[in-house]
């Protein structure tokens, strides 16, 4: 388990008598897409929660490049590499595509504290949001205010933003989410590149793309890691397929 | 629709030109209301900082408003009366010297809004907005019973402190002191906006998970821009008091913070130019419908409650498309 990147040992989390994260234990390995599935209520939104900061947990403990980051604040954990991206994008929505770009340079290279010098105008940032930019496709929208771009190409430059913060992990909560089967074909075959940067541990709902996509795949039902394996593994798990795939689909 | 760039021009060109016709016309109390404009538009672009662009909407700011004020009462009543601040454990006289007056208050002032904002800074919404005015009220209620400064009197000071080269009881003269301030400030503040610290503090406004999942600590830069955003607002406290040459607890009260406010909304709110043209417009109609009647302020109601519905850029955004601050 030390080469893991990053490293969930057994966290709990009660809300009340509800046990959200009853004992998780998970890690990221490095050039690996990590899949975490499970049914709505399953306790994955407050997984990952724990995971990049917002929430902590109340015992277990999370390690990120051999780091506790348990107790740390999402942008501290930000600062350690750990890009995120939203099930709903989370941007900038009165900023330029450039702009939000702009502000991830921003955040990675700490120069919030920059009082003068026009960011627009400042080579490196420019340079940095324009190479994540032109990674996932949306350089010709450079110019376009976000609100105006379509659902697909939102959570694409969710993944630019990400991209940004040169991360060491990235944390994706269901990226494919209300994108088109073509959308979704490229954003896999992008991601299947993208884990030989930065490992990914996905959440997502898309099974096709999962089976796809995934080197290891961990299912969540009410607060548990029921079954961790290949891809194989799980379609032939038992437990899983009365849990969550249901047995018509597993067929 | 005219390109923001021009009308902010023709701004200051009217905000010239009005007391330049005015020592032609040898009509100094236009100059004076002028100059009030000036001042309260000031009080205006250190607010807006912190609530146009940090979207921190404080109801507080007569806090730094009068402290700037009291800094001013403060050293120029202890010079009038040739007695120090203080002698244990070292001596501090008082000045007259506006330098120096406003450096004390620019600093206290922003170390006031670093005290206040470090509390309310951890609430949200109308939580942020009650907490302010609670701070704003305590120094009001403080003012008016402390009374080594006058307490509900306030402090008067007999003559204008003074400025090297320059004499500041001619109004033109002290105008075109405020003038300058004023655009000095406005290029820092646009600066400020263009800069990454603007971009990140305009991006945590739209979006705050964003800005925190790239690593960007929103409280501790809120924090500074709310100090900055205080600062600002003293230093036109300074001259509001200098101005009258008075200083009493009203500069305190919520309605000075309400009235800060105000003139964010009806000029335009996260515009530079919009404290301008909402302090000139109530300084306008407070002459003139004051005049008419002691009830003015139902006109400025009925204007405000227009503004709100009809035209929520305020002026400035009825007249100019709003540009990106950033550009690209």
């Known amino acids: 388990m030390a080469d893991s990147i990053l490293d969930v040992r057994g966290i709990h989390k009660s809300f009340g008598a509800l046990k959200a994260s009853d004992g998780i234990t998970l890690d990221l390995k490095p050039g690996e897409i990590h899949a975490l599935i499970g049914p709505n209520g399953a306790g994955k939104s407050t997984l990952i929660k724990q995971i990049a900061g917002g929430l902590n947990p109340d015992s277990g403990s999370v390690h990120f490049m051999g780091r506790d980051v348990s107790v740390m604040t999402v942008a501290a954990r930000a600062r350690l590499g750990l890009a995120r991206t939203f099930q709903i994008s989370a941007l900038a929505m009165g900023y330029t595509v450039l702009e939000n770009a702009v502000l991830g340079a921003v955040g990675e290279t700490g120069s919030v504290f920059r009082f003068f010098k026009p960011a627009m105008k400042d080579a490196d940032l420019l340079g940095r949001a324009y190479a994540a930019l032109d990674r996932v496709g949306l350089r010709d929208q450079a110019g376009v205010i976000t609100s105006e771009l379509s659902h697909g190409q939102r959570r694409q430059l969710e993944v630019a933003v990400a991209l940004t913060l040169a991360p060491k992990a990235f944390l994706m909560d269901e990226p494919m989410a209300g994108m088109g089967a073509e959308g979704s074909k490229e954003l896999t075959t992008f991601l299947q590149d993208l884990k030989h940067e930065a490992p990914i541990l996905l959440v997502e709902h898309d099974m096709d793309a999962v089976f796809a996509l995934a080197d290891r795949i961990s299912v969540l039902v009410y607060g548990k890691i029921i079954a961790t394996g290949s891809v194989a593994d799980i379609r032939a798990n038992a437990d899983v397929r009365t849990a969550y795939l249901g047995e018509e689909d597993a067929a | ?328």
């Open chain 2, 1 to 328: 629709m005219i390109a923001e760039r021009h009308l902010n021009a023709i701004i200051l060109a009217i905000l010239v030109l009005i007391p330049a016709y005015a020592v032609i016309a040898d009509e100094p109390f236009t100059i004076t209301l002028a100059t009030k404009a000036v001042i309260l538009a000031l009080a205006g672009v250190g607010l807006n900082f912190a609530l146009g662009q940090g979207g921190l909407v404080s109801f507080g700011h007569a806090a730094y408003f009068g402290i700037g004020g009291y800094a001013m009462g403060i050293l120029a009543s202890h010079a009038q009366s040739y007695t120090p601040l203080m002698e244990v454990p070292f001596v501090i006289e008082g000045s007259n010297s506006m330098p120096v007056i406003w450096l004390v208050a620019v600093i206290s002032g922003g170390l006031l809004a670093l005290l206040i904002g470090a509390l309310s800074l951890r609430t949200r919404g109308v939580y942020f907005i009650m907490v302010t005015l609670a701070f704003g009220q305590m120094l009001y209620y403080f003012a008016i019973s402390w009374p080594a400064y006058g307490g509900e009197d306030g402090l008067s000071i007999y003559v204008r402190n003074q400025f090297p080269g320059l004499n500041t009881l001619v109004p033109i003269q002290f105008f075109g002191l405020c003038f300058v301030i004023l655009l000095i400030v406005l290029f820092i503040v646009n600066r400020l906006n263009k800069s990454p610290f603007g971009l990140a503090l305009m991006g945590a406004h739209q979006n705050e998970e964003r800005a925190k999942t790239v690593g960007i600590d929103v409280y501790k830069m809120r924090l500074v821009a709310f100090a900055i955003s205080g600062a600002i607002t003293a230093l036109a406290g300074a001259l509001f008091a200098d101005l009258n040459r008075f200083v009493s607890p009203v500069m305190f009260d919520w309605h000075t913070s309400g009235q800060i406010m105000v003139f964010i909304i009806l000029g335009g709110v996260a515009r530079l130019f919009g404290p301008i043209v909402g302090a000139s417009l109530y300084i306008l109609l407070e002459h003139f419908l004051g005049g008419m009647s002691e009830y003015w302020q139902i006109y400025l109601g009925a204007i405000l409650l227009f503004m709100v519905l009809f035209a929520k850029g305020g002026i400035i955004g009825r007249l100019s498309k709003k540009e990106q601050t950033h550009g690209g």
